[in-house]
């Protein structure tokens, strides 16, 4: 075996992790991109901008202020330990609540330019053929932007595996709850094995290199508007 | 009440709307106009698509909009023909079709079946849409809209995106639309040659105003309505097919107060034809002319004169009988013939184009 028990369930983890995020994603970041494409309120630009910081913060700056809000004293962390939840710091959940954050804009700002281009007449051809704006949403401007979706799903999955400085923050590194593969890189190069890191390090780079091989080869056929 | 009684006022900046129609429960009706005028504007929002801040619309006796009540677009049953066909790409023709008769409570296959007819898009089902000529999209839309089983059928422009040889491959399939359709069209052009084949009422627009509505053969012609047809000034008549000299290749199609020949069109005898005959082809005589070319000279009575938009020229209506005519002059023509109302003259029709 090439990688160790403890590799295979840093790859698992961060599977899971990433997956759980990107469906997580799908729900919130669809209705808010719909908006953000359509909305003419004047806080549109504000909301935009918030949902973007990700693009730009420093994991850990943007890790350390989700700490401190899920923390025992932070407004989300009493209001979990009012509910009976208990803290999300250091836990799976956690982290995917900071991934969710955290890759916010790789799920909305694909959806959201894809709403954009199909403008809308064909939203308005749904209306004169009888369907409700919700009926029209799921048959006309969900097929529509069918590669927007595609993008920003295979762009959030991507980051999320690639995330470090906010997992670190967030979930520390514990052994199947928070210890996702970059962090095992880490830990490996930490404790000078080298040729485990190796290892690791070339699965994630085929994988990086896979996916936006995925992305690429697609992108001519998006400006057809296929 | 039958008919649809639309009342709008629109204050947008640059663009106003006010209009307050009655429109009639059957044929169809022109909403002619130059771009800005307001037409497409008002067609939008009898359709729900655009909602006037104040107004009223009923429609065969349904309120759809007023101070306090709003019919949604997707609730209203009417179908609605975009100037770009608006085709749904991810559809085939067929899925396109259906679409939206899936979504109307006691749709009847019966209907789509008679708009696939009536389009004569049978052939074309399976295809997507990025496979269609611009003339084949513009016939699919029309049929899903007819699909629907609409109580009135709404179209924008459908000729404009097309050019001449499109139009002339999709005008036959309008006119039968017109013949066989029993709701209202609200049809919207700027063109008046789709005006005066496919129309049975006119509202003209101007600046988000009507400035006349009634029945296109009477709302032609008159003079005191500045309806800018310009070069195409023009009136409309409806006749039928009396006599075929197939010697000649010629047809005589009788009107009310009198006939007239025309290039036979291959129609059987009693079948009903439209004429338009415009201004400028129509000059006056005041004794019959013997030896002329023009096999069109008919006698009339002077009924009004007017002045046109170059101060050389003025438009003269006549009638033939109960029927009208109109005729563009020079100023000089009409003073050194000394025409005035009530005159008996006689007219010479250079062309008359059959229409429909």
Redesign the interface.
């Known amino acids: 075996m090439l990688l160790t028990p403890e590799d295979l369930q840093a790859l698992w983890l961060t599977v899971r992790l990433a997956s759980t995020v990107t469906v997580i994603l799908l729900l919130l970041g669809t209705p808010l991109a719909w908006w953000l494409a359509r909305s003419k309120a004047w806080w549109k630009g504000p909301v935009g901008a918030v949902v973007a910081l990700p693009l730009v913060l420093p994991p850990s700056v943007l890790g350390f202020y989700l700490l401190l809000t899920m923390g025992p004293n932070g407004a989300v962390g009493q209001l979990m330990q009012a509910l009976g939840i208990g803290m999300l710091p250091f836990t799976f959940w956690g982290l995917v609540v900071a991934s969710v954050v955290y890759s916010m804009p790789f799920m909305v700002q694909p959806l959201q330019t894809a709403f954009e281009a199909i403008g809308e007449r064909p939203l308005e051809v749904a209306a004169t053929l009888r369907a409700s704006p919700l009926d029209a949403f799921f048959t006309v401007a969900v097929p529509l932007a069918r590669s927007g979706f595609l993008t920003a799903g295979i762009l959030t999955f991507a980051h999320t595996v690639g995330e470090f400085g906010v997992v670190l923050m967030i979930g520390g590194n514990i052994p199947g709850v928070s210890r996702v593969a970059s962090v095992q890189i880490y830990d490996h190069v930490e404790a000078m094995e080298y040729n485990d890191a190796h290892r690791l390090a070339a699965v994630m780079l085929v994988f990086s290199f896979l996916v936006l091989l995925a992305l690429y080869a697609r992108r001519p056929k998006i400006g057809k508007g296929a | 009440m039958a008919g649809i009684q639309a009342r709008f006022h629109i204050n947008w900046p640059g663009f106003t709307l006010d209009v307050d129609l009655d429109l009639p429960a059957h044929g169809v009706t022109a909403l002619f106009g130059h771009s800005g005028s307001g037409k497409t504007t008002l067609l939008r929002c009898i ?3 655009e909602r006037a801040p104040h107004g009223r619309l009923v429609v065969n006796g349904e309120l759809w909009q007023d101070d306090t009540h709003w019919v ?4 209203r049953p ?3 023909v ?1 100037q ?1 066909a ?1 085709l ?3 559809l085939t023709v067929l899925g396109n079709l259906r ?2 008769m899936r ?2 409570v006691g749709a009847q296959r019966i209907n789509l079946d008679a708009a696939i007819e009536l389009l004569g898009i049978g052939p074309l089902l399976d295809r997507k849409p990025d496979h269609l000529s611009g003339g084949e999209r513009q016939r699919v839309s029309i049929a ?2 007819l699909a ?1 089983s609409p109580r009135i059928l709404l179209m924008d422009e459908p000729l404009a995106a097309l050019d001449l040889h499109r139009k002339q491959e999709i005008l036959p399939y309008l006119e039968r639309l017109h013949s066989e359709l029993d709701i209202p069209v609200l049809y919207v052009s700027h063109a008046p040659d789709e005006v005066a084949r496919l129309a049975d009422h006119i509202v003209a627009l101007e600046g988000g105003r009507a400035l006349a509505c009634g029945p296109l053969v009477d709302t032609l012609s008159r003079l005191d309505l500045p309806i800018r047809l310009g070069e195409d000034t023009c009136v409309v008549l409806d006749a039928t097919v009396a006599e075929r000299d197939a010697a000649w290749h010629l047809a005589r199609v009788a009107f009310p107060g009198g006939s007239l020949w025309v290039r036979d069109g291959g129609h059987p005898l009693g079948h009903a034809v439209r004429v338009r005959i415009l201004a400028r082809d129509v000059s006056i005589a005041l004794h019959r002319v013997a030896d002329t070319s023009i096999l069109n000279c008919l006698p009339a009575l002077v009924d009004q004169l007017a002045p046109d938009d170059h101060p050389a020229l003025m438009l003269l209506r006549l009638k033939l009988g109960a029927s009208p005519l109109i005729a563009r002059l020079t100023q000089r023509s009409a003073a050194e013939l000394r025409l005035a109302p009530g005159d008996k003259v006689w007219v010479q029709i250079k062309a008359v184009a059959l229409v429909g």
């Open positions: 359709a729900g698509l949604p677009p997707h609730k009417l179908g609605y975009f770009e608006s749904f790409p991810h679409y939206g979504r109307v899903r809209a629907l």
